[in-house]
């Protein structure tokens, strides 16, 4: 909002400098972004929040300003002498939509010469940045921004059987508008009507055909209140905003809707001549409603931090228009005017006594800092986070609604199906994701087409799992793609693991219709399989249209978080070499290398440090059903040099036990 200096002056006495004026606004909240010179006068443009609507005017900044200098407001002249008939045998007005307008008033101007307005009008608007039209005109401009109550004229004699219908509009009616554009309104929108089509949208814009022109004689002057609601949404719809839609839709004071209207006769009679109607057409059907607080004064410096004395306590509400109900030596209590919707409690009051009574009396004091951690957990993702992208993965964040088909649905955490939501985002995406797979594999797809053919990504968020007449369970989720193959993506596992420290960790065969036969595997630690992982089978590459094959991981963070070990225990590394022996056993085709491993472990073999797989073959010279299985093994002592004939002992001792359990022949 723009204001004039000089114009400010006329309703409240200061003797501040502009400059001073604007850092005094700034302290009490009306924060100045710019000052001005505009002829003989000062523009100075303020930042009004949008809980301030009494602040959208020369007015409620003059109210402001007097309370900081301990003066009252002068109130601009109000008082009109009409002439002639009533206003009602002029003109009437109907409302079928109360809700939308809950109050409307209408007077009759007749015999005006509309023209040029005076110097003093011109100077006014031009200093706070609206250009001079008519005196007509520019009297409801001017008369909007003294009080902020937006006001329009209609030409009279335009008007179907000269009155007014506030109404909804009916579907598909068009205006042409003051700007020369033309709106199509919905039936949601409220129109000023005649007794044909509207003539004006209501709390937005007026029409072209009924403005007030130089050959104008009558006028017609509205003054209403509006619903804020109905006129934003009208304003948003139509991509329509103006000086009246903007303070309609943030509130307007509802006691200024008749005496705006008569400030604004009185003007135009005095500019452009005429004979006002008596007693105004005033529909009203809206009971103005008054609020209430009360004050401790004892809160006053436990919550600003100093004492303020309980006579400026009173000054400064009552200044502001909040009028005095009761008052003691401990306590007060006010009317809240419509207009300080800001204000309902008492925190609200203390806010407007420290605001005016200085900010910068508050007392500086030290605050000790102290280092903040996040959540374990918390930190824990952010730890995921940073080894996906060491190990080379960029990160996405993709949508939690998913299509309602085959692919979004697929889930590995549960059998049920997927969540859908009352108020998706887009009628395409009615489901809440159950999986980050299928959203992971469009975007690998569009990056294929975008060229990036060796681009691995993976995204650390939510999945959202059915509860029967529950909320869903939030799972949180690490799943990653990898262009490749199940054992890259095994390796990729594998590290993951290591790096948190997960200990026990084991791979069981898995069957699933989202992974290629005999390449795939859950994850399973404490006997329950926390993670799925696999190549990515051909026939749901197509239907994503992905040509090139990938592998993909999906892991149960909040399991996985329970297996993590923040502790880290050393021992010393031995001084003593290592002993290296490879070998291959036989065994039966379903035998994995897991269960083979565990096994080896289980024989409780001396100074066995490391098991490390290396080959798998099948083939003829296996015989049917049989497979062979190379891996090294390592041994090492911490006291001694192991020898050469203490590790085939070993060996011999780990291919028995094979043998034994399961079935295993050492390869020759």
Not at 590 to 595: F, R, S
Request: proline fraction near 5%; charge should be negative.
């Amino acid at each position: 909002m723009n204001l004039s200096y000089n114009w400010l002056k006329e309703y409240v006495d200061f003797e501040l400098s502009p400059e001073a004026l604007a850092e005094k606004l700034t302290f009490i909240g009306l924060e100045v972004e710019r000052v001005s010179p505009v002829g003989d006068d000062w523009s100075i443009e303020l930042e009004i929040t949008s809980n301030r609507p009494d602040c959208l005017s020369i007015l409620g900044i003059a109210r402001e300003v007097a309370v900081s200098n301990r003066t009252e407001v002068s109130l601009p002249e109000y008082s009109v002498t009409p002439t002639g008939e009533e206003t009602s045998k002029f003109t009437s007005v109907e409302i079928p939509d109360p809700d939308l307008c809950p109050r409307y008033t209408a007077q009759v101007i007749r015999g005006v010469e509309v023209g040029e307005s005076p110097d003093w009008l011109k100077n006014r608007l031009e200093a706070i940045g609206i250009r001079p039209v008519n005196n007509v005109v520019d009297v409801t401009n001017y008369v909007t921004m003294e009080l902020g109550q937006p006001l329009h004229a209609f030409d009279y004699d335009n008007l179907a059987q000269n009155r007014i219908v506030v109404r909804r509009s009916k579907g598909g009616e068009s205006i042409t508008a003051i700007n020369g554009k033309s709106y199509v309104l919905s039936d949601e929108m409220l129109a000023i009507c005649d007794a044909n089509e509207p003539v004006a949208i209501a709390g937005v814009m007026g029409g072209l055909f009924s403005e007030v022109k130089n050959r104008t004689k009558n006028i017609l002057l509205e003054s209403a209140y509006f619903n804020p609601v109905s006129v934003r949404k009208t304003s948003r719809s139509l991509l329509l905003e103006s000086a009246a839609s903007y303070r309609f839709e943030r509130g307007v004071d509802p006691e200024f809707v008749l005496p705006a209207s008569l400030r604004a006769a009185r003007l135009i009679l005095e500019v452009a001549g005429g004979e006002l109607a008596p007693n105004p057409v005033d529909v009203n059907c809206q009971k103005i409603q008054y609020g209430s607080a009360s004050l401790r004064f004892s809160r006053i410096p436990r919550i600003i931090g100093y004492e303020v004395e309980p006579e400026r306590v009173s000054e400064i509400l009552s200044l502001l228009g909040l009028e005095i109900k009761e008052k003691n030596k401990e306590s007060l209590s006010v009317n809240i005017p419509p207009r300080r919707s800001d204000i309902s409690r008492e925190i609200d009051l203390v806010e407007e006594v420290l605001r005016h009574e200085g900010i910068e009396k508050i007392q500086t004091t030290d605050v000790k800092v102290s280092d903040v951690r996040h959540d374990p957990k918390q930190e824990f993702l952010i730890r995921l986070r940073n080894l996906m992208q060491g190990f080379g993965f960029f990160e996405l964040l993709t949508d939690s609604f998913v299509a309602d088909n085959e692919m979004s649905a697929t889930c590995f955490f549960e059998a049920k199906n997927s969540l859908k939501v009352m108020n998706s985002v887009t009628a395409e995406k009615p489901s809440l994701r159950r999986s980050l797979l299928p959203n992971m594999l469009e975007a690998y797809r569009s990056g294929l087409n975008a060229g990036e053919h060796e681009v691995g990504m993976f995204e650390a968020s939510v999945v959202y799992l059915p509860r029967e007449e529950k909320l869903p369970t939030e799972k949180h989720a690490l799943t990653f793609l990898c262009p490749g193959c199940y054992m890259e993506a095994k390796g990729i596992i594998e590290a993951l693991l290591d790096a948190v420290r997960a200990k026990d960790i084991s791979f069981d065969k898995f069957e699933h219709t989202f992974f290629a036969s005999d390449q795939a595997a859950t994850i399973i630690a404490e006997g329950k399989n926390f993670g799925y992982l696999g190549t990515v089978s051909r026939e749901v590459l197509e239907k994503f249209d992905i040509d090139k094959e990938c592998a993909a991981c999906e892991l149960d963070i909040d399991f996985l978080y329970s297996l993590s070990r923040d502790r880290i225990s050393f021992k010393p590394i031995s001084r003593y070499p290592k002993v290296l022996r490879d070998m291959a056993v036989v065994v039966n085709e379903d035998v994995l290398w897991e269960h083979l491993k565990k096994n080896i472990q289980s024989s409780e073999i001396p100074y066995l440090n490391k098991i490390a797989f290396f080959d798998m073959y099948k083939g003829k010279q296996m015989g049917d059903g049989k497979k062979s299985i190379a891996f090294s093994l390592e041994f090492q002592s911490p006291e001694r040099t192991l020898t050469g004939e203490e590790a085939d002992n070993y060996v011999s001792k780990i291919v028995e036990h094979l043998s034994s359990n399961l079935g295993a022949v050492l390869r020759k």
